[in-house]
Every structure is written in structure tokens, then in C-alpha cells.
């Protein structure tokens, strides 16, 4: 049986009719990950299981990769900083318990940048993750381990997290399908906190059904996130069925500064919701320079307050073992949130974020979903964001937007640039819509294939 | 490679090298002499860029603490909440622990 290539829906299938062992698909997966990952160094555990788990549940027997700042009982979470060396959580975050709970099995934890503080998986202390596409390329970050292995098909699909483009960004460099839910439709507990009003964690798949599917599976109110919501679920995968018509609102202000290549991509696939039905209206947002400066503010200050917690007392080592990244951010935040300073940088940024929803609200009065590359350029090499310590945010100044409102997102693949990269188009929806931007990328994934990127970043990795 | 937003718009006015030894006090890092001049300069870069939120006018917008609109949420402490640890899961990975008890640095001289 070949498995190369196959969709959680697809495994699900061959699991469910038994035409494939539980055990079989562990072990394939186990063996790509012992071939690749030394290449790419997607993973920083791996765990070979002896016991199965049981085999119950919408997810019986699939196997995933899980970002390591999320809280894996008796599993080594480093959120990969020195840090956190040798901490095995006692407890189980509540997104990797619901997928255990479905019959799901933890493959490994995957590469991020340390804390999820970048852009590139390159400020992890383990070494950064290479781009399956270009192994002298970053992958994006910080779910960048989480993305590259399953762009090279390590593991069938991943769990992320964003806080401002974490997702979507390594979702489009390489070539993965990356789904940022709403704020407070996912629960953070058990995630490592970094930016606490804006943390979302998500999948990242290779279809847009897979993300569907997890996405009902991790949603949904948990009683130990406060910030959870309550508004109800839907059945995320059903809804994909629907052929809805929709209006799609294209906003100038995030079109400029874009790489030449990746702008004819997102054109074309304007017309490509065109020539589906959709109806293309432009509207006006505020400029996500501005979004840059929210983040960068209010962000700091979250992680000062967040990071405060490593003392090396209860968990972990001492504050001597942070590097350059979390220094910087944490010494930031510390300034932003100062006397004489609280007014003019932290106060200012959490008004600009109410300026921001509302901009955002009064768009989605006229539109249903609003469409934007996921990066303004392609993957970049291994080493480039080094040079600038500011540049990251720039690499996701089309994400913090919807961060900073905090509406779901998803990147699709739409094609490859001139140099042969993958391009990320992104749709961004209504406060828990998620139902309508899966809807629209799942009626671009059946109209395009992606252009055949998935498949072409995986057949790069042949078994 | 073009970027539309220039990174450079530098204001060398902005920190002092005791700010950032102060601002390291708080955050309770040490750095070396290397790193407070990396840092200086790193931290005048991006103050200087999110300086451009002084263009936008906010007088009559109230801050936003989190883009959720979900009322407080309380509930009862105690063991019935279920995220409770056992001593055991509390104390494993702990560096140095006695009687059941964390053990911390000594802050209090003796003399």
C-alpha cells in the first residue's frame, strides 16, 4: 500500500476499512522521519511508540507532529530554548488532548524558533530548520518545524502555533496548507505563553479537508482558558460541501511592497474566485505598517510579563540560559511597560488595536472574506534575518493585522514564484467564521490542486 | 530585495547605555559589555519604527486589552478544577528540592 502523499482523510479511510494496520502507519512515518530528519531537523523528539494508543475516535491510528511549546505529558517540551532542556510537562495541554482523546498518536515535537519569538526557526537553540523546498532556505517560523514536516510529508499534518503570522508565514514558505483560528476558538492551556492576548494554536495540512477536520477535533470551549469561547462550534468538514458565493474584499494598502512574482500569483487567483463566482470589491484598511508597531508594543510587553515565570526554581534552567531573541523582546517589553513610557507605547498600541478591530469590522460589513498574500515575499535564505533584528515582523506584516483583530486566517499554496518557491495566498474571515474562509480555500484547493505544489514538495522526498 | 518600509529611520536619542543596564535589572538578565551595545542600538531601531503610530489619532479610542469580548470567567478553586498537580508532578522537575518543598536561593544575608 502506498501511503506517500496520503491526507489524514485518506489515511482515515484505509484505517476505517482496514485495507491498512494502525501499526503499519506508525512505522512509515517513524522511518521517514529516522530518513529526513537529520537533513532537516524538523523534529527535536521523536517518539517511537510501543503500546499503541487506543484505537477509537474520528482520528483512530493518525499520526501527528506537534509544535514543542505545546505541554506533552511525560514529553520533553523545550519550546526550543536551553531553557527548557529537560522539562517533561506533568500535565497535558488541552489541543494535544483532545487529538489523543480522538484516537490520535503524538509522532513528535517539532522545531520553532526558541519561545516562538521569530520568523525563520533559526533563533532555536537546537538549529534551525531547513526549507524541504531549498535546504539553504528558512522555512519560516516560528511553527517552522511543524511546517516542513509535512511539506515533506514526515508526518501527515502538524499542530502550530500563531501569535502573528506563525502559521500562515511557514505555511507559505513551504508550500502547506496553515489555518489560524479565530482568538479564543482554540484554548492556550498547556501552550509555552508568549503573547498571551493573541496566541492561536491551529493546523497546518496538506488539504484543506485535514485542516477541517482538526480544527473541529482541537475547537470549542475549554473551561481551563479563560479566554476560550463560548460561541459554538460548527461542523467545520460538512460545511466545506456548501458551494457558497461569496464576496471577496482585496485591500490595496496590502498589495504594495509586494515581491513582483508572488503579486501576478495572487492576481491570477483573483481571478480564479472570479471565474468560480465570487465577486471581487475593493475596500480600504488601514495600513499594516501600523500593525507592525501594535504587535512589536504590545507583544513585548506580553512576553516581559510571560517569561518572568523562568527563575529555574520550579522547571527548567536560569535565566542565563535565555538567548539574544528573548533578551531583547523581554527588555523591550520591560521599557514599553515603564513609568513615563506606559502612556506613549503600551496604552497607545492597545488603543491602535481598537482602531484596527473596528477597521476590520467595518470591512466585513461589505465583504465576506478578504483575500492578501500570505508573505510579501518567498522563502528567504538561512541567515538573512540575522541581519536585521527587526525583520521578522516585517516578513509578517501582512499577518499582524488580523492578528492584532484577532479574526481567523488561512494560507493556501497558489503556485511558485520565479525562483520556483511557494506563494501563499491568504483568506482572511468574520470574528468565528471559520466555516467560510475553509469553505472558500477548500472550492480553490478542488478548482486549482494548489498548482500542484503540495505534490511537488513531497516528491521531493520520496520513501 | 525591496521593502517598502524603511528600517532605518534612526533616533540616536532614544536610550542611554544605563537605560538598557536598567531595563536588564528589571528583566533580571546579564549581559556583557558586547551585548549592551547590541542591544542599544537593536532596541533604538525598533522603538524608532514604532514611533509611527503617533500619526494615527486616538484621542477618542478606548484601549482594547484583547480582541475577545468575553465577559470575566470564575470558577472554584481547588482539586474538583482538574488541572491540579499531585506533589510528585509539582516537584519533578524542580532542580533542587526538601521535604516536599521547592528550595530557593538564599536571599537574606546572615548576618
Known amino acids: 500500500m502506498q501511503i506517500l502523499g496520503k491526507s489524514i482523510a485518506d489515511l482515515q479511510a484505509l484505517i476505517g476499512s482496514r485495507k491498512i494496520k494502525v501499526k503499519e502507519v506508525q512505522q512509515y512515518f517513524l522511518k521517514r522521519v529516522r530518513k529526513y530528519n537529520p537533513t532537516l531537523n524538523a523534529f527535536l523528539t521523536v517518539q517511537d511508540q510501543d503500546e499503541m494508543s487506543p484505537i477509537n475516535g474520528v482520528l483512530a491510528g493518525i499520526p501527528f507532529a506537534v509544535k514543542d511549546n505545546f505541554c506533552t505529558k511525560g514529553i520533553r517540551t523545550t519550546a526550543s530554548s536551553c531553557v527548557l532542556d529537560q522539562f517533561i510537562p506533568p500535565y497535558e495541554s488541552t489541543v494535544t488532548m483532545r487529538l489523543l482523546s480522538a484516537g490520535a498518536t503524538i509522532l513528535g515535537k517539532t522545531n520553532m524558533d526558541a519561545w516562538a519569538h521569530g520568523s525563520s526557526t533559526e533563533t532555536s537553540d537546537y538549529g534551525p530548520t531547513k526549507n524541504p523546498w531549498d535546504l539553504t532556505r528558512s522555512p519560516g517560523g516560528s511553527s517552522g518545524g511543524s511546517a516542513a514536516a509535512v511539506s515533506a510529508y514526515l508526518t501527515p499534518a502538524a499542530i502550530g502555533s500563531e501569535t502573528a503570522g506563525s502559521i500562515r508565514q511557514p505555511a507559505a514558505w513551504t508550500g502547506v496548507v496553515g489555518l489560524k483560528p479565530s482568538y479564543g476558538r482554540v484554548s492556550r492551556y498547556g501552550v509555552i505563553a508568549m503573547g498571551s492576548s493573541f496566541d492561536c494554536p491551529g493546523p497546518l495540512t496538506l488539504t484543506v479537508k485535514d485542516a477541517a477536520i482538526l480544527l473541529g477535533v482541537i475547537a470549542g470551549k475549554d473551561p481551563f482558558d479563560g479566554t476560550s469561547s463560548n460561541i459554538p462550534t460548527a461542523d467545520y468538514k460538512t460545511m466545506l460541501k456548501a458551494k457558497k458565493f461569496l464576496t471577496i474584499g482585496i485591500a490595496k494598502e496590502y498589495m504594495e511592497g509586494m515581491e513582483e512574482s508572488l503579486k501576478l500569483k495572487i492576481e491570477e487567483s483573483l481571478r480564479i474566485f472570479q471565474k468560480l463566482g465570487h465577486r471581487i470589491k475593493t475596500v480600504s484598511l488601514l495600513s499594516p505598517k501600523y500593525a507592525i508597531s501594535v504587535y512589536t508594543i504590545i507583544q513585548r510587553a506580553e512576553v516581559s510579563s510571560n517569561l518572568a515565570r523562568y527563575d529555574g526554581i520550579r522547571y527548567g534552567n536560569d535565566r542565563t540560559f535565555f538567548a539574544a531573541e528573548a533578551k531583547r523582546r523581554t527588555m523591550l517589553g520591560a521599557y514599553t511597560l515603564s513609568f513615563g513610557y506606559y502612556d506613549a507605547y503600551y496604552k497607545k498600541a492597545q488603543k491602535v488595536r481598537t482602531l484596527i478591530v473596528e477597521d476590520f469590522k467595518r470591512a466585513f460589513k461589505d465583504v465576506d472574506v478578504i483575500v492578501a498574500a500570505s508573505t510579501p515575499i518567498s522563502a528567504l535564505k538561512l541567515g538573512e534575518f540575522a541581519k536585521y533584528p527587526f525583520f521578522g515582523e516585517l516578513m509578517d506584516v501582512l499577518n499582524e493585522p488580523a492578528a492584532i483583530a484577532g479574526i481567523p486566517a488561512i494560507s493556501v499554496p497558489c503556485g511558485q514564484d520565479k525562483n520556483g518557491l511557494p506563494v501563499g495566498l491568504q483568506i482572511m474571515g468574520n470574528y468565528f467564521d471559520e466555516a467560510t474562509i475553509l469553505n472558500l480555500a477548500f472550492q480553490f484547493e478542488k478548482e486549482t490542486e494548489f498548482f500542484g505544489v503540495i505534490k511537488k514538495g513531497i516528491a521531493r522526498y520520496q520513501d | ?111
Open chain 2, 1 to 111: 530585495m525591496k521593502l517598502r518600509y524603511n528600517l532605518f529611520m534612526t533616533n540616536r536619542s532614544l536610550l542611554s547605555r544605563k537605560d538598557i543596564l536598567h531595563l536588564a535589572k528589571l528583566a533580571n538578565l546579564s549581559l556583557t559589555n558586547k551585548e549592551i551595545e547590541e542591544y542599544l542600538d537593536q532596541l533604538e531601531d525598533t522603538l524608532s519604527y514604532i514611533d509611527n503610530l503617533k500619526e494615527l489619532d486616538t484621542a477618542n479610542l478606548l484601549p482594547a486589552a484583547r480582541s475577545s469580548n468575553e465577559g470575566n470567567i470564575f470558577f472554584k478553586d481547588g482539586i474538583e478544577n482538574g488541572r491540579a498537580l499531585t506533589l510528585n508532578e509539582t516537584l519533578q522537575n524542580a532542580k533542587k528540592t526538601k521535604d516536599g518543598l521547592f528550595q530557593i536561593p538564599q536571599i537574606l544575608n546572615d548576618k
